[in-house]
């Protein structure tokens, strides 16, 4: 029914989802496009935290397994409700909106070699019957010509969402896997929401073990911790 919609949207236009205003084959209007939160121009270039300084005291004292982040929104209204309605509701349609957005911004970033979608479970995955963070994968991999690797979620951990802060590390810890030996390739893990970034984090663990030289984040919003 979903890519029914899809189907129709992209062949006749449609509203934007947040105005209603007439917004052709894309699912918002250029406006409400204009006017998405961004995130503020001074932060960490590790982990897209607010930072005067390139690298914000957090990275100092713990530096993370990943190299860098790309972010591009602010994870508040209304992108938040966007997530949710590609999470939630299959609007897929937003997945092509965010990896457009993803490639725009990943041309000033130095190129990776492969784009690994950070995975689900498979029990999680028959839940929702998609990965959003592999639908927008498939569309970034498309358009770059960076080819797109998977790996497993390998323990069904609890939503990190439902956890503090502090426990997410220990939740994600050893919960992935991947056979594939990187030969000390540059590893772009994208996912659509960092929040800790313990998720990346662990999976750039993961990957350094197998050989990676060089991960990065490539995250379409990004929940901003105040400083
Ligand atoms: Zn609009
Ligand atoms: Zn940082």
Redesign the pocket.
């Known amino acids: 029914m979903n890519n029914c919609i899809n189907f129709i949207q992209n062949a006749f236009g449609a509203d ?1 989802l ?4 007439y ?1 052709g084959p894309e699912n ?2 250029g ?2 496009l204009d006017h998405l939160p961004h995130l503020p121009e001074k932060r960490c270039r590790i982990c897209s935290n607010p930072s005067v300084s390139p690298i914000c005291g957090a990275c100092l004292a713990r530096p993370p397994h990943f190299s860098r982040t790309l972010a591009i929104l602010s994870y508040e209204f209304p992108v938040d409700a966007l997530m949710q309605s590609l999470k939630y509701q299959g609007n897929l349609a937003l997945a092509s909106t965010f990896a457009k957005m993803l490639v725009e911004a990943s041309k000033g970033f130095p190129r990776p070699d492969f784009i690994m979608p950070v995975p689900m479970h498979p029990a999680k995955l028959r839940e929702r019957g998609f990965n959003q963070a592999i639908e927008i994968g498939k569309i970034a991999s498309r358009k770059t010509g960076i080819a797109m690797i998977e790996s497993r979620k390998i323990r069904d951990t609890p939503s990190q969402t439902s956890l503090p802060w502090k426990e997410r590390e220990k939740n994600v810890r050893d919960a992935f896997a991947c056979e594939l030996k990187f030969d000390s390739s540059h590893v772009a893990v994208l996912d659509d929401v960092m929040t800790t970034g313990s998720t990346i984090n662990e999976l750039a663990r993961m990957l350094h073990g197998q050989g990676a030289g060089e991960v990065s984040a490539w995250v379409v919003a990004r929940a901003v911790k105040s400083i």
């Open positions: 934007c947040l105005c209603g205003a917004s918002l209007c406006d409400c």
